[in-house]
């Protein structure tokens, strides 16, 4: 039984992607698209935690469904700013592809946990 969201592999895997955003765009000068991108990440991991607290004492899993969506659709938003930043070449393509495989990796836990969650009910 997990008791609380830091023991979540998927929070974990998101405190490593916020991790690896905030350092690969710390000397960025672009602020608009650097705050976008760590807001982004900040968002997966963030809504985890709260979506886990929030349904901690329900009979239901609609609240923490609800938050895993939200990061699930942050994901894909990281995913698309790193396309940016590889076309405009603010990003190695080996780093790109390392951050980009690391939020589709993380995106199916949280679509697994998702379908198991929607399951239970």
Known sequence: MIYNFE???IWQMSKDIVREVYQQFRDN???GFRDQIQRAAVSIMNNIS???QRNKFSKDNKQF???L???YGSCAEVRNMLYIAEEIEYLAPQITKDLKDKTIKLECKIEALINKLQSNN
């Open 65 to 67: 469904v609800y938050f």
């Open 7 to 9: 023991d979540l592999v």
């Open 50 to 52: 709260e979506g886990f």
């Open 69 to 71: 969506n939200i990061s």
């Open 29 to 31: 000068h672009d602020y």
